[in-house]
């Protein structure tokens, strides 16, 4: 059993008077209820901009890439961009609920459901882009090593590339897994107190026939601490391997050591500013303001002033670098970057994700529900812009100047895109609707530690002097170790 | 698989439940198994069960994902099918670390997530008799199996005596069969 204390200075995780039986209600209650207007209004919006995602993608495939506003100088465009945004959100989720939990942070209980969730459709949606970028998606399988008709000839284990192909379908494997062993026990409950037979089935099938024995428990955390020690490098090497893509080759602007690092923190920032625009609105829709509370919506903005401030000064150190390298290459490539034709990419970038989150240095401000949710719909336009700078404006001036380009997206790549949040937004309307959207049985866990009411209970506790404290712990340990020995 | 006789106990707190279990087991009674809507510490413990090994299944098959993906690539790269990139060596492990921990990563996670299935005995599909719908709410149940030498009055006047909320006897399938949960009838037909 864990320790019964609880200090004061901690804020509570769970506000208002709730026992066990609340906590069930609240979070599985609206999965029972017929969903409101904006639901369908939101989610119907969602399908059609899904539809239109699918329609621009099938003119790309059908007449080919040339549709697109890529060319020979800038063969990267908004595809490439989009992909490294979206897998960049994808990193919030396994960071909150796998690195959280080694950390022991008992914040995470509250959100680390919706944000694995928002993992996982971010990195379905990531996977689109190099898809059909490859063009002849038709033969698309050719990435994965199998036997073929082709020699074999094998795809190139050396490339990072195809490093790219093994870490995110890795990641999007396990963090599938991660979020869905969490999700049994919570089936079951819904299950448990469903009226309708169609509810009782559809639960039961996913649920997996789980019952909650002491042993299923025991397995259970064993599996999710496990888990979480896989997923927490795991989710380092995806986005490190994403940026070998990039500082593999010798593109100046691209041929940094800087890029792992400075590409996993910037992936924190972006999914913490995701995970803040949709649950500020989950929150309020699902009225869960009591399990999602201001100080959970701080803490994560705490973590983003954090990743902001260590991508702003990677984006300090990538250009004294450039100045100290003495390379001429590199200097002109930032000097390009900078004050070039794209320069607005570029001021865009370091307006949306140095200057304006270190407003958050203000407690006010963090603490501030509507300049929360704008912020983080500003550091995602950041940190689209600091793909599109990095990608674009490392290629459009390169080595001769008669190959000198420019590049603007076409509709069916800006189609693509919108496609993709449609594919987000279909499925996290669905997963709010259907799910349980908080980890109810970790709730339970962390809710005599951490729950307004019991905390107030704590000051008897408070009050004893530190040997009466410590006798009562030692003499409740030794008496579970004299019932392990009977 | 078998169809028993049990006399079933809901407590609505776990500090309850401790000196239930210890009272219980101490008595002579036979434990079927505890139900929980959470992972209460200690209860595994308490109820004299050994701790999981599941984590060493998880280890093993991380090896099987790293020697995979070292043989595999081995193998393709210096016999089957050599390619020269650049003049560098065929046999190039420093490259081939980031899929070699991805693999290591997948087979652990996979592997154990299926062990983890296993042994729970747990399966779309599958069905257990659930004992007290509010096990998975807010209510720990405690399933004593009853034989000849319990009565099942006795046993029942016992758990009210250790703080029981509710009680009753039941007779269930012990184990797993494939069912629906939206189909109590089949656990009557179990039953006949």
């Known amino acids: ?486 | 698989m078998a169809i028993k006789k049990f006399a079933v106990a809901c407590y609505d707190d776990e500090e309850v439940l401790f000196p239930a279990v210890k009272q219980v087991r101490n008595s002579g009674y036979k434990i079927h198994d505890v139900y929980t809507p959470f992972a209460v510490h200690g209860l595994d413990e308490a109820l004299g069960h050994k701790s999981t090994d599941l984590h060493i299944a998880g280890f093993i098959f991380g090896l099987t994902g790293t020697s995979t993906a070292v043989g595999f690539i081995s193998w393709i790269f210096t016999s089957d099918w050599p390619l020269n990139f650049g003049g560098k060596p065929h046999f190039s492990l420093p490259a081939w670390i980031p899929i070699t921990f991805e693999l290591t990563v997948l087979f652990a996670a996979v592997g154990m997530v299926l062990t983890f299935c296993y042994l729970n005995q747990i399966m779309p599909g599958v069905k257990k008799h659930v004992f007290h719908p509010r096990q998975s709410d807010d209510m720990f149940v405690m399933a004593l199996e009853l034989n000849e030498h319990a009565t099942e009055q006795e046993a029942i006047d016992f758990l009210k005596s250790t703080g029981a909320k509710e009680t009753s006897v039941q007779i269930a399938e012990a184990g797993w069969w494939y069912g629906r949960f939206d189909k109590p009838e089949e656990y009557e037909r179990l039953n006949a």
């Open chain 1, 1 to 486: 059993m864990h320790i019964k204390y609880e200090s004061f200075v901690r804020e509570p995780l769970v506000n208002s008077e709730k026992d066990y039986h609340q906590v069930t209600e609240d979070i599985i209650s609206p999965i029972e209820k017929k969903p409101g207007r904006m639901w369908y209004v939101g989610f119907l919006f969602s399908v059609a901009l899904l539809l239109y995602g699918v329609f621009s993608v099938s003119w790309s495939v059908y007449w080919g890439l040339g549709t697109w506003g890529v060319n020979k100088t800038i063969g990267w465009g908004w595809d490439i961009t989009n992909f490294v945004w979206w897998v960049g959100i994808g990193h919030a989720g396994t960071l909150i609920s796998a690195i959280l939990l080694l950390f022991r942070q008992g914040w995470r209980t509250g959100v680390n459901r919706a944000a694995e969730a928002m993992t996982i459709f971010a990195v379905m949606c990531a996977g689109q882009f190099p898809i059909f970028h490859m063009g002849r998606v038709w033969d698309g399988f050719f990435v994965l090593p199998y036997p073929n008709s082709r020699g074999p000839l094998w795809p190139n284990f050396n490339s990072p590339l195809l490093w790219d192909v093994f870490a995110i379908s890795t990641y999007f494997t396990v963090s599938l897994l991660f979020w869905y062993s969490g999700l049994i026990p919570d089936f079951a409950t819904v299950r448990d107190r469903a009226k309708t037979k169609f509810r009782k089935m559809t639960y039961g099938f996913a649920s997996f026939g789980w019952t909650g024995t002491a042993k299923n428990w025991q397995r259970h955390e064993a599996l999710s601490l496990v888990l979480a020690g896989l997923a927490t490098p795991l989710v380092l090497s995806v986005h490190t391997i994403v940026s070998f893509d990039f500082a593999t080759s010798v593109i100046p602007g691209w041929h940094t050591t800087i890029f792992p690092p400075y590409f996993v923190a910037g992936a924190v920032f972006s999914g913490f500013a995701m995970v803040q625009t949709l649950l500020v609105i989950t929150r309020k829709i699902l009225h869960l303001e009591e399990y999602i509370t201001i100080g959970h919506l701080e803490a994560m903005n705490k973590v983003i002033v954090l990743t902001g401030s260590i991508v702003g000064i990677a984006y300090l150190t990538e250009l004294f670098m450039s100045w100290y390298s003495g390379a001429w290459g590199e200097q002109a490539a930032f000097k390009w970057r900078i004050l070039g034709p794209y320069w607005w990419s570029y001021w865009a970038m370091m307006t949306c994700n140095v200057v304006s989150p270190q407003l958050f240095w203000v407690k006010k401000l963090r603490r501030n529900i509507p300049f929360t949710f704008v912020m983080s719909i500003v550091v995602n336009i950041g940190m689209w812009f600091e793909r599109f700078v990095i990608i674009v404006t490392s290629l459009y001036r390169d080595w001769i100047p008669g190959s000198w380009a420019y590049y603007s997206p076409q509709w069916p790549e800006v189609g693509f895109y919108l496609g993709t949040f449609g594919l987000f937004f279909t499925c996290y309307f669905l997963f709010a609707k259907y799910f349980p959207v908080i980890a109810v049985a970790e709730i339970k866990f962390v809710l005599k530690t951490s729950g307004e009411n019991y905390k107030r209970n704590m000051q008897a506790i408070e009050n004893q002097s530190n040997e009466e404290f410590l006798h009562e712990v030692e003499t409740d340990h030794a008496s579970h170790e004299e019932v392990a020995h009977h």
